[in-house]
């Protein structure tokens, strides 16, 4: 019953900008904790950036003062805000439902994942 749908990607020269969006369905959207997600082809994947239910944030280092994450509780969406990319940047992007009211590692839902290709 639980669906995330991403959207937002596409290739961009290093510099650039794109806005990831994640749509929830089938649970109460604002109690979870919600993260973005990244994984380029033969490295682990990696966690950029989480909210929890209360609107805290943080970010990876690797993405830290490039990127932004929110969310709209009302329209049941995610947001990932990515500015000055750059080619190290590209990757399968994907946002998952953490657990209740705080972030605990506990992924339990994923979406299908959306491209960003960033050229130098």
């Known amino acids: 019953q639980v669906q995330l749908v991403e959207s937002g990607g596409g290739s961009v020269q290093a510099g650039g900008s794109l806005r990831l969006s994640c749509v929830a369905s089938?649970?109460?959207?604002?109690?979870?904790?919600m993260g973005w997600f990244r994984q380029a082809p033969g490295k682990e994947r990696e966690r950029v950036a989480m909210?929890?239910?209360?609107?805290?944030?943080s970010t990876s280092d690797s993405v830290k003062g490039r990127f932004t994450i929110s969310k709209d509780n009302y329209k049941n969406t995610l947001f990932l805000q990515m500015n000055s990319l750059k080619p190290e940047d590209t990757a399968v992007y994907y946002c998952?439902?953490?657990?209740?009211?705080?972030?605990?590692?506990?992924?339990?839902?994923w979406g299908q994942g959306t491209q960003v290709t960033v050229s130098s």
């Open positions: 998952a439902r953490g657990s209740l009211q705080y972030c605990s590692d506990d992924w339990d839902h």
């Open positions: 089938g649970y109460t959207f604002s109690r979870f904790c």
């Open positions: 909210s929890n239910s209360f609107g805290d944030t």
